[in-house]
């Protein structure tokens, strides 16, 4: 009877990964596509799957093609006065648009992989992603700042270590972030 638990534990472990991705991209799926599909059918006469996600999808390729040009550029110039005059929503704002800067953007930020010496005496090393190669704007010289992502979370902690504390390390930058989040779990390429 052990036994045919054991390989009951072992398919669980197996397919809930599997599971929970596949439960994950349905619900979203279905949530995205939703957004329209009432409009769409009226419109058409019938449903399609999909087609909520592509006219998203057209939608947000028009926006940012329009983001680029001379039109965009008085609407950008309003929001960011509107954006100045309400503390609140500049500051959530900025830091979200900061973050997904970090990620995505032309500035991205989580771009220079390191292992950084926590603790010399017993020789203890973390991985992160170094985001500032200076502090001299804090007044602090010859320090670094290093994001640590937190596995299995999408928060984490910065912290500001000596340069000498930090070994840059040749691993492209997705894998690292795949192997921290994952706790380790995960091989890097």
Do not use: C
Request: glycine share 6%; proline share 5%; hydrophobic share 50%.
């Amino acid at each position: 009877m052990k036994r045919i638990f054991s390989h009951f534990l072992q398919g669980v472990l197996i397919i809930s990964p599997l599971a929970i991705t596949a439960y994950i991209i349905y619900t979203i799926f279905n949530f995205v596509d939703g957004l329209f599909i009432e409009q769409l059918t009226k419109i058409i006469g019938f449903k399609i799957p999909g087609l909520g996600i592509i006219l998203i999808f057209i939608i947000l390729t028009l926006l940012g093609f329009i983001a680029h040009t001379i039109i965009a550029r008085p609407f950008k110039a309003l929001y960011s006065k509107l954006m100045d005059k309400t503390p609140l929503l500049k500051t959530i704002y900025a830091s979200l648009n900061d973050l997904f800067s970090a990620f995505v953007g032309k500035e991205k930020k989580f771009n220079v992989p390191v292992l950084a010496l926590i603790n010399k005496e017993n020789d203890v090393w973390k991985l992160g992603f170094m985001t500032q190669k200076s502090m001299a704007e804090f007044g602090i010289e010859k320090m670094v700042s290093v994001y640590f992502p937190h596995s299995y979370n999408f928060s984490g902690e910065l912290y500001i270590l000596p340069e000498t504390s930090i070994k840059r390390i040749d691993i492209p930058p997705a894998e690292v972030m795949k192997f921290i989040v994952s706790g380790g779990v995960t091989r890097v390429l």
